[in-house]
């Protein structure tokens, strides 16, 4: 029962996640549409450089 709530845990914390870079991704879009593109270009930039890091 405690391995289903740790992994229950960490699903839930892995969602979370994902539904907050995709909304990040959205405002960075609706800003770059806007005229203000630096918001989406430090969201691309930094897991462009995270990618690189693990290489």
């Known amino acids: 029962m ?3 709530m740790i992994v229950l845990c960490i699903t839930f914390s892995l969602g979370f996640l ?5 909304l990040s991704m959205v405002k960075g879009v609706y800003e ?6 630096s918001f989406l270009l ?3 930039f930094s ?3 995270a990618e ?4």
């Open 32 to 37: 770059w549409k806007v005229g203000n593109p």
């Open 42 to 44: 430090a969201i691309i």
């Open 47 to 49: 897991g462009v450089l």
């Open 18 to 22: 994902a539904q907050f870079a995709g």
């Open 52 to 55: 690189l890091e693990e290489a």
């Open 2 to 4: 405690i391995i289903f």
